[in-house]
């Protein structure tokens, strides 16, 4: 299974941006979808996650502001982030369970002060 990030970009604090993530696999089929970033020096984290039937779950520092969703039909996986900070800044990844674990290729989020 591969999996395709996008819509990573430069955007203002208190802007947003939405990123997607394609899937060669059927994202129906997947027990878990989700999303994790990695700022520069510190280790990967979790975002948020979204299961087969649709439940979101959020990190603390972006409830609130970030909404995954997930098209099945489309086999893509979005993040739409709203009031968007500087300590967002990351290179997003997403991330596929299909009881195997697939990531996708991660895109880069900047935010400016």
């Known amino acids: 299974v591969q999996l395709q990030a996008s819509g990573g970009g430069l955007a203002q604090a208190g802007g947003s941006l939405r990123l997607s993530c394609t899937t060669s696999?059927?994202?129906?089929?997947?027990?878990?979808m989700g999303w994790y970033r990695q700022a520069p020096g510190k280790e990967r984290e979790w975002v948020a996650s979204?299961?087969?039937?649709?439940?979101?779950d959020y990190a603390d520092s972006v409830k609130g502001r970030f909404t995954i969703s997930k098209n099945n039909a489309k086999n893509t996986l979005y993040l739409q982030m709203n009031s968007l900070k500087p300590e967002d800044t990351a290179v997003y990844y997403c991330?596929?369970?299909?009881?195997?674990?697939?990531w996708g290729q991660g895109t880069l989020v900047t935010v400016s002060s």
């Open positions: 696999g059927s994202i129906g089929g997947a027990r878990v």
């Open positions: 979204i299961t087969a039937a649709g439940t979101p």
């Open positions: 991330k596929g369970n299909w009881g195997y674990i697939y």
